[in-house]
Structures are given as structure tokens and as C-alpha cells.
């Protein structure tokens, strides 16, 4: 067995675990991030893309920025749509912000670059992780692999493996309580060879189920279709799926999207699930490893990044004035902004689904909110401040 030692192992490297490990390399605090994939597969996994306010401003504080702010495309608002008519949220005129869209995995690209130009220790490829004697004075983590086993010894762990990580699963039975709610639904996403014909993004509500129109670059856009929970991605062909696109985001005024060759497709499951608190002795959960959302309302990234920003902080105060509140209240500080994003998250899926077992009174009341959204300036104001998000305490 190899023993290395570190102030703070990290599980994971998304988003929370790189962004984590570079926040406390700022604050002049180690770190070893254990990853199970490989770097390859961690830069081209395609998942979300709309960064809040506060997220860019982290990113730019943090010395991040710089391929963002070159290739980030700045939006200053969203189109809602009902059924072919659209209305815009002007987030500029209603909350003076704006958000940018930039893929996940171009944050990923820029955080492993990054770490690694600053000499920090990222171990891809780890296979079988596992956490050890956190509520002891000195936890360890474990990798076993190809018949070796490193031991990493260190203060405090960090679980940012993500919803079907290994952090939140070693913790004792009734450490933590869950909250959770299923959707009978899921988005069926692709990623085109096309460029985008619209400035900002549409989210259309439409009979035959919700589409999202959303991009990546000047030339690649993404969309997405609501469709059963189980769904089969084999039964959806590229004609398939451009026709229903086509039909569920046709609009009035003769606008559809523009076609491409469809360079990745993939089914994503929509939840909403909190476990708390968020700490367990000296494990610290974070990101998608203690909540998830349903994308309607592009938080999961934000979520992930408040958390480590909290964490980072958090940690710096105890090493730099031995002084653990700032630990001990993480959990409680994370979880008002996390139930805030849940609330918002589940709002605008239901208000955006064709929800199949809605009476017929359910269906003309959630017509009526969208009217409302799209026709009222005070509630239109709240979907864009929660949208380009919630002021975070720091920024
Ligand atoms: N050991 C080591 N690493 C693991 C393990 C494990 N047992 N299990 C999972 N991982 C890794 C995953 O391979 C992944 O790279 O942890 C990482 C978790 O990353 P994400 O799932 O991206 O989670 P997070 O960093 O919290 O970022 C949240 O991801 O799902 C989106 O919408 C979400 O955008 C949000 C973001
Ligand atoms: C995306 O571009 O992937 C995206 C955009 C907005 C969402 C969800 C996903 O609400």
C-alpha cells in the first residue's frame, strides 16, 4: 500500500470537485482529486450549459474566465412559448443581469487545464474509490486498483462524485435524511451540427410535450424533447427527431429550427433530490452528490459551484484562524440556496410539461400560470432573477 497525504481529499472531478480543488489551491490549501473515469471521458461528457451571473463572476475571480469570456455567449434573456406563440423575459430590463451559456464540459476543460499548469494533483482513471474514518480525526481515502491500493490520508473529505457517487452511500444509515420527488417524464437531448437561428434560448410548451431550444456556439445548437421516463433512444431516429422538434417548436410567425448533422443524443432522468444535511463528521458532500435538479431551470452547475465556493471558504477560515463555524454551518448556509433552486426548478417544470395524468382542470390552470409569466411583469421578474440567479453572499 502507497500513502500520500493531503489536507483535503477530493472524490470526483466534475465541476464541484475541480472548481474545489482550485479554490483551495487560491487559498493555498492541498488537495488530491480521485476521479473514476478518465480525463478523456470527463471532457466530453455533454451536459449543461447555462452559467449564472455569480458562477461567471467566480469563475473570473477565480482567473478562469478567459476562454469563457471569448466564447461564452451572453444572453440577456428567454423566450417562454405556448404553443407556437412566443414572449421574451428580458433579464437586462427586469433584473439588470444577464447569464452565459458555455457547455459543462468547456468549465471541465478549463478547470483540469488549469490544475494541472498549477501543478495540482489530479488522479484520473481510479476505478474503485472508497471513504474511510471520517468521523475520526483523520480520514482516508481509498483506490484500489489493478491488485494496488493507494491510501490517502488527510483532514477532510470532500464527496463530489456526483448523484451516483460512493461518498453519500458510505455514510452511516439515518446520517442523512433524503428528499426526493419523480417526474413521469425525461428530455430526450441532442447536440447539432447547426448554426443557431434564434439569439436566446425558447422553452416551448406545447401539447404534444415540452422542446427546449437551446446552443452551444455559433455553430452547434441543442435541443431537447420531453419524452417517457423509460424511453428507448434506439426508436428515435435523426428523422424522427427532427420532425417532432419541428412540430413542437414551430412558431407563428413560420420560425423552426434550423437542421443538422445530430453529433450526440442522449436520454437524461428528471429529478428533484436533497439529502441533508450535507455533512457527515469531517465528509463534506457537494454538487450533484447531495441534490439534484430537473434541468428546466439550469441550476445543477450553479448549485455545485455555490457549494464549493462555501466549502472553500469555509476551509480557509479553519486553517487560517482555526476557526470551524464556517464548516459547521455549510451544510444549513448551502441548503436555504439549495431548496430556493429546488423550488424554482420544479416550478418551471411544471409549468413548461404536458404533465399525461393532468385533469383536465390541472391543464387549463397550468395555461393560465404560463399566461400569467408571459404576461405579467412582477411574476416574469421573479422567473428572471431566480433564473439568472440568486445573489450569493460574497459576490
Ligand atoms: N469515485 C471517483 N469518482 C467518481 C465516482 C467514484 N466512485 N463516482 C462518480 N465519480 C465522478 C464522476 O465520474 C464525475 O466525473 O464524480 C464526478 C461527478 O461529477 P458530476 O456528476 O458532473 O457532478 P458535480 O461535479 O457535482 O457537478 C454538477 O453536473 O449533473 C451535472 O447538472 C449537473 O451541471 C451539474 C453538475
Ligand atoms: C442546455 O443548453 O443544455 C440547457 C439549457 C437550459 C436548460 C437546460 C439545459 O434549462
Redesign the pocket.
Known amino acids: 500500500m502507497t500513502r500520500f497525504e493531503t489536507q483535503v481529499g477530493i ?9 474545489l480543488s482550485h479554490l483551495l489551491h487560491l487559498h493555498g490549501i492541498s488537495s488530491i482529486v ?4 478518465s480525463r478523456a ?2 471532457e466530453a ?1 455533454v ?2 450549459g447555462v452559467l449564472e451571473y455569480t458562477s461567471v463572476e467566480m469563475l473570473r475571480v477565480a482567473g478562469l474566465a478567459e476562454r469563457l469570456e471569448r466564447e461564452g455567449l451572453r444572453h440577456h434573456g428567454i423566450e417562454l412559448g405556448l404553443n407556437g406563440v412566443r414572449t421574451r423575459i428580458s433579464f437586462l430590463e427586469l433584473t439588470g443581469k444577464h447569464v452565459t451559456v458555455y457547455g ?1 464540459q468547456e468549465v ?1 476543460k478549463d478547470l483540469i487545464a488549469r490544475r494541472l499548469s498549477d501543478g495540482g494533483d489530479l488522479r484520473f482513471d ?4 472508497s471513504v474511510h474514518e471520517f468521523n475520526g480525526s483523520m480520514p482516508k481515502i481509498r483506490v484500489r486498483k489493478d491488485g494496488n491500493e493507494d491510501e490517502i490520508c488527510c483532514d477532510y473529505i470532500a464527496g ?8 453519500r452511500e458510505s455514510l452511516p444509515s439515518g446520517a442523512l435524511t433524503f428528499y426526493e420527488r419523480s417526474y413521469p417524464f425525461a428530455w430526450l437531448g441532442i447536440l447539432a451540427e447547426a448554426a443557431p437561428s434564434r439569439d436566446e434560448l425558447l422553452y416551448m410548451h406545447h401539447e404534444r410535450g415540452f422542446a427546449l431550444y437551446s446552443m452551444r456556439s455559433p455553430s452547434i445548437t441543442r435541443l431537447y424533447l420531453q419524452c417517457g421516463p423509460d424511453e428507448d433512444i434506439m426508436q428515435w431516429g435523426d428523422d424522427r427527431i427532427w420532425s417532432e422538434l419541428n412540430i413542437r417548436l414551430a412558431c407563428e410567425d413560420g420560425w423552426h429550427p434550423t437542421q443538422g448533422k445530430i453529433l450526440q443524443k442522449g436520454v437524461t432522468c428528471m429529478r428533484s433530490f436533497v439529502a441533508e444535511p450535507l455533512q457527515c463528521g469531517r465528509l463534506f458532500l ?4 447531495a441534490h ?2 430537473p ?1 428546466t431551470g439550469a ?6 459551484f455555490a ?1 464549493v465556493y462555501y466549502l472553500a471558504e469555509a476551509l480557509s477560515r479553519f486553517y487560517r484562524e482555526s476557526d470551524a463555524n464556517g464548516l459547521d454551518s455549510y451544510s444549513s448556509i448551502c441548503l436555504q440556496r439549495i431548496w430556493k433552486a429546488q423550488r424554482f426548478s420544479l416550478w418551471m417544470t411544471s409549468l413548461l410539461h404536458r404533465f399525461e395524468h393532468d385533469s383536465a382542470f390541472d391543464r387549463k390552470l397550468q395555461i393560465a400560470e404560463l399566461e400569467y409569466v408571459m404576461t405579467s411583469r412582477a411574476v416574469a421578474t421573479a422567473l428572471a432573477e431566480n433564473y439568472v440567479g440568486l445573489p450569493l453572499h460574497g459576490f
Open positions: 472524490v470526483g472531478a466534475g465541476p464541484a470537485g475541480l472548481m480521485l476521479e473514476a473515469k471521458y470527463c461528457r451536459r449543461a459543462q471541465v481510479c476505478g474503485d474509490v463530489c462524485d456526483g448523484f451516483h457517487g460512493i461518498s457537494a454538487g450533484d452528490a439534484i435538479v434541468p441550476k445543477g452547475m450553479n448549485l455545485a457549494d
